[in-house]
Structures are given as C-alpha cells and as structure tokens.
C-alpha cells in the first residue's frame, strides 16, 4: 500500500525504519482473506488441526482421498487459516487529554497531540501489513465511528479524521465503548488509547468487558504524562481543572506527597482493572517518542 503524508502527524521518513513490522493478534481471529494471523475460521489451507466426517452436500475436493482409500471412509481436513486482522483504534478526546499543551491555543505538546501521532503512525503500519483499521472518536459518546477498511484512500480518511480531533468537556467514557460495540461486527482487535482519568472507570471496564465476552483482543494505551507523576518544582502555582475549570493556588510541596499517592493508586487501579478482563495493559509516557514507543509496542507484540 501506497500513503502519501497528507497528515501533519504523519512522518514518513521516520516510520521508514519500522514500517516493515506488524501489529500481531496474540488471539485467533476472524477474517475475510489470507493474511497471517491466526484465525478461528477452520477448512483453508493453512496448518493442519483435525479430521471431521464428511457431510452429504459438501465440496468433494476437500476430502481426504489418501485417507478415504485406506480406510474407506470419507473424512474432511481441518486447517487453521491465516487471515487478516481488524483493528480499531478508540481515541479518547476528553478535555484532561489536553494535560502538558504549552499554551491555551493549540494542543501542541498534550497527551492528545502524542495520541494524534501515535494513532496515525498505527494506522499507517497497519495499513502496511494488508490489514484493516478503524477509528472510534470516543466523547460522551460515540462521536464517529469508521469500520475497519484497508485501502489507501480508506487509511488517509481516518487519518484526517484524527488530524482534526478536538478535546471536549467530558468525563466519562462507557457509553461511547458501548455504542462502539453495538457497531462492531466480527471479532478483532481493539486498542483503546486514554489517560482513563475519569468519572465512570468502572462503567468503562464493564463496557471493555462487552468485548472480552465477544473474545476481542483489547490492548490499553494508558497515557501519562510526566508532570502528572510528579509535580513541577517551583513556589507556587495556579492548577486548573480541565474539565470543570476549577482553579486551586498552591505550593506543589504541600501537596506533593498526597497527590502523588493518590496519582499512583491511580495507575495501579487501571493496571489492575485492566489485567482482570484479560487486556493487554501498557502504559506510555509522553517524555518518551511516539516513535520510540511505537517500536516497542510493535517488538513486544512479536515476542
């Protein structure tokens, strides 16, 4: 597949040395045409799984004729086929995403900006190794929503779409992954990308869940930012809520030792919430490249 860079969030040059790489499913999947993954669909011509009886009406070419002449009966091969994977990208564009913009015009800088390059970076290599990518926008609820496709014209759509994304006044994200599983068909891959800080956690991991029941692949991209691990250095300063606008002055080292338990309760609590539905759970921290991350992401998937 060919892409020109037409997002300002897509860098060519830089993905050049690990666009060869691919986003594995560590689960069987469905499918609709020879790629490699492994899928749940049986009868192609990928490893051998088992015999089964041959069913009156079925294709005579599937039998096994060396088998039916030994032993007389009629006995169709089972293989695991390859096939392709659907993978969507969820993006959470809630107002705490916004968290390390250097100023109040634009969102350079934010945990948004990393995931606007890190999904379109994503989409690309996916894109690349002939398999299929969608895109959920995820508000208060299921802002948009594109089903997996992998031509070019289909990747550069959703790559638009995510050079566009806007953070809104919103805490809450279950009911957009609801909606997203009410449109989603087969089983795939979802890879969810959020600070998770928000109102509804536990209706968000119920959601997840809906997935999970389905034997979805879920991989969490838990978004951190540096300053909100540790506080700045400094006398004092102003904090205000991105969410609710509340603005508090203070001193970070009256608070520093609270906030900071409270934070790494935080990171434990999505971790371990995360592991109990079977999620594949990594957490990423903006201090360290898109890119650099990227390339672990996709070396820890082959491993």
């Known amino acids: 597949m060919s892409t020109v860079a037409n997002s300002r969030y897509l860098d060519l040059r830089a993905l050049s040395a690990i666009e060869q790489m ?33 069913s009156g009406g079925e294709d005579l070419r599937r039998l096994d004729w060396k088998v039916f002449a030994r032993t007389g009966k009629a006995f169709v091969r089972l293989h695991r086929e390859e096939t392709n994977l659907l993978c969507t990208l969820a993006l959470d564009v809630s107002r705490s995403m916004l968290f390390g913009a250097r100023n109040g015009k634009d969102h350079e800088g934010s945990k948004l900006e990393y995931t606007q390059y890190l ?30 496709g992998g031509t070019p014209s289909h990747i550069l759509h959703i790559q638009r779409i995510i050079e566009q994304l806007r953070a809104v006044k919103t805490a809450t994200m279950a009911e957009g992954l609801r909606e997203l599983f009410l ?91 995360a592991l109990a539905e079977g999620c594949d759970y ?21 491993g």
């Open 22 to 54: 691919r986003v594995t499913s560590r689960r069987r999947i469905d499918g609709t045409y020879s790629g490699r993954h492994t899928s749940r669909q049986q009868g192609g011509a990928g490893e051998f799984v088992d015999y089964r009886e041959y």
């Open 119 to 148: 999904a379109t970076a994503l989409s690309h290599i996916i894109g690349l190794g002939q398999d299929q990518v969608g895109l959920a926008v995820l508000q208060r609820n299921l802002q948009e929503y594109v089903p997996p």
């Open 183 to 273: 449109h989603s068909g087969r089983m795939g891959m979802l890879l969810l990308m959020s600070d998770f800080l928000i109102d509804d956690l536990d209706e968000t991991f119920n959601a997840i869940r809906l997935f999970r029941h389905r034997n979805w692949e879920v991989i969490l991209l838990h978004l951190v930012h540096p300053f909100e691990e540790r506080l700045p250095e400094g006398p004092a300063f102003r904090f205000e809520g991105l969410e609710d606008g509340q603005r508090i002055r203070c001193s970070p080292a009256e608070v520093r030792t609270l906030y900071q338990q409270r934070f790494a309760a935080h990171l434990t609590m999505v971790r371990q919430l």
């Open 282 to 302: 990594r957490r990423v921290s903006t201090a360290v490249s898109y890119l650099k991350t990227l390339d672990g992401f996709l070396v820890g998937r082959t």
